[in-house]
């Protein structure tokens, strides 16, 4: 599922989307959990910088947790096994290829 980027929806609104960062896989186990942690730094960390009203996230908030979770997720799957989490450099240079959420990357050695 990763290969097909990351859409965010609440009911049948779409809130976000963020086209993948194609990679050449070394091991998919625990890309989602990856995603995920991701997704969850990037909406809390984007929510500590931004005064917000009401409590639901804007799409903004949406859009950086799906980001982080595209990332996170990419870097976790160029290491073997679940256990070694991805390096912050790595992080970093995909939230660098990710800033453009309607751009597809690849990263094939």
């Given at each position: 599922r990763g290969e097909k980027g990351a859409i965010?929806?609440?009911?049948?609104?779409?809130?976000?989307?963020?086209k993948p960062i194609v990679v050449d896989a070394i091991?998919?186990?625990g890309a989602g959990d990856s995603f995920t942690a991701g997704f969850l730094h990037g909406?809390?960390?984007w929510k500590l910088d931004h005064?917000?009203?009401g409590e639901e996230w804007p799409s903004e908030a949406i859009e950086e947790g799906m980001r982080w979770g595209v990332s996170v997720g990419s870097a976790a799957v160029l290491i073997r096994g679940a256990s070694i989490p991805p390096e912050g450099k790595d992080i970093q240079y995909f939230l660098e290829k990710a800033a453009d959420?309607?751009?597809t990357f690849s990263i094939v050695k």
């Open positions: 965010a929806l609440r009911g049948k609104e779409i809130m976000g989307k963020q091991d998919p186990t909406i809390w960390s005064e917000t009203n959420p309607e751009r």
